[in-house]
């Protein structure tokens, strides 16, 4: 499973972000994917997931402030961001799950001015 990762970039406190993972070489819809993050000096922390169900689970940080989709049909998981504070600033990591094996993307920086 390949994971390509788009949408990370330099956004303004208050502002919003959308960020796209798609998921190839894969013959049939991913169990779990989802994003990760990690900020300088931390470790990395669960942002969201979703599984093929559409069950969704959030790091309580981003909590009313992030939402996560999913298209199974083109296997690609959407995360959109409001009402972004700079403490969101990190790499960001798509992550998936399929048959019990864990895949991470190359990681997209978010950055959030003050």
């Known amino acids: 499973v390949q994971l390509q990762a788009s949408g990370g970039g330099l956004v303004q406190a208050g502002g919003s972000l959308r960020l796209s993972c798609v998921a190839s070489?894969?013959?049939?819809?991913?169990?779990?994917m989802g994003w990760y993050r990690q900020a300088p000096g931390n470790q990395r922390e669960l942002v969201a997931d979703i599984t093929r169900g559409f069950v969704t689970n959030y790091g309580d940080s981003v909590k009313g402030r992030f939402t996560i989709s999913r298209d199974n049909a083109k296997n690609t998981v959407y995360l959109q961001m409001n009402s972004l504070k700079p403490e969101d600033t990190a790499v960001y990591y798509c992550?998936?799950?399929?048959?019990?094996?864990?895949?991470w993307g190359k990681g997209t920086l978010v950055t959030v001015s003050s």
């Open positions: 070489g894969v013959a049939s819809s991913v169990t779990v």
């Open positions: 992550h998936a799950r399929q048959w019990g094996v864990a895949y």
